[in-house]
């Protein structure tokens, strides 16, 4: 009897993972046909590697790198169309994130994604740009500075990772690393598990503010392929070892560069990330946003913008 509903059991397992299976293939292709590339490509023939960008505007070149959870439309959806009234903006989707490929999970620390970065801007012919980096975006854009001294006029951290003092706790985003299921199962239980977490996720992210449904819509969706949740579960295992690594040496950092949180921010500590990082560099400036969550852009687009004018004027003199 035991022998015969055991049998069962496992038909009735196949049946259930190859439907999963199933279901993530199929809403993964409607997700890219809801939301299919907003811009164009550029071919990096040595990193073997095309990142995908939107690009809009003129005058002084702005690039905004987005957060771990994030694609480009994490800018589209909210200051981008404002910025490109006054400045050369150019929005991209990290490596392995959004339409970006990486193929390899070592490309995946800040070190590697700050040399991707650079060489596509030189391949855009983009000189002595203003970085603006969101979230685990701050942590590249500081990993940048670093290694390009002299090729940035400025930058703004925003709401950015600048310290991690203890390897993050990765739980959910584990999957992809183990052998052999990791895969299996990033392919069939991630996304329709990620649909019901993702609402509780934005809220925190937006919290003091309610996350806008499309915004939650569409950031998740294409978070959520497996594809990128896999980039996103590799970057996290690069983070602490990244940021510890280059941490030390921001005093080395001599460009302007604004820091922007929000005093409300459930996602990162404005003291330990925004303060601290305040006080490692030269000539920086600070401001605190009363009210403000992780996703200021959105909530307090108009502070983010005047800061931006104040830096471009400061590096323009």
């Known amino acids: 009897m035991f022998p015969h509903l055991l ?3 496992m038909i009735l397992l196949i049946f259930v993972f190859v439907a999963l299976f199933l279901f993530t293939h199929f809403k993964t292709k409607v997700i890219e046909s809801n939301y299919p590339p907003a811009g164009k490509f550029v071919s990096l023939e040595n990193e073997d590697i095309s990142l995908h960008y ?32 006054y400045y050369d903006v150019i ?14 999970p070592e490309k995946l620390s800040t070190k590697a ?6 060489e596509a801007l030189k391949t855009l012919d983009i000189e002595k740009p203003i ?5 685990y975006g701050g942590a590249v854009m500081l990993q940048y ?11 703004i951290s925003l709401a ?3 310290y991690v003092d203890e390897p993050p706790d990765k739980s959910f985003y584990a999957l992809p ?5 990791g895969p299996f199962l990033t392919h069939t239980i991630v996304l329709p598990a990620g649909t019901f977490l993702a609402p509780n996720i934005y809220s925190q992210a937006f919290y003091p503010a309610e996350a806008p449904e499309k915004y939650v819509e569409v950031i998740s969706s294409l978070y959520l392929r497996p594809g990128q949740f896999t980039a996103t579960a590799y970057e996290l295992s690069a983070m602490h070892d990244s940021v510890n690594a280059i941490s030390p040496d921001y005093e080395q950092i001599n460009i302007p560069v604004t820091i922007i949180f929000g005093d409300s921010d459930k996602m990162l500590d404005h003291e330990k990330d925004g303060e601290r990082l305040y006080n490692a560099l030269s000539g920086a400036s600070y401001i605190l946003i009363q009210d403000g969550g992780h996703k200021i852009h959105h909530t307090h687009p108009n502070i983010i913008i005047e800061a931006l004018h104040d830096l471009v004027e400061l590096t323009t003199k």
């Open 7 to 9: 049998y069962r059991l």
């Open 54 to 85: 939107v690009r809009a505007g003129s005058g002084v070149p702005v690039v905004m790198l987005h957060g771990r959870d994030g694609t480009l439309q994490e800018f589209t959806l909210s200051i981008f169309d404002d910025l490109s009234g």
């Open 91 to 104: 929005a991209l989707d990290r490596p392995g994130y959004g339409y970006s490929s990486c193929s390899d």
């Open 113 to 118: 994604q700050a040399k991707i970065i650079n």
């Open 131 to 135: 970085l603006i980096g969101h979230s």
């Open 145 to 155: 500075l670093l290694d390009y001294p002299g090729q940035v006029r400025g930058a």
């Open 160 to 162: 950015g990772v600048a």
């Open 177 to 181: 690393e183990y052998p052999f299921i």
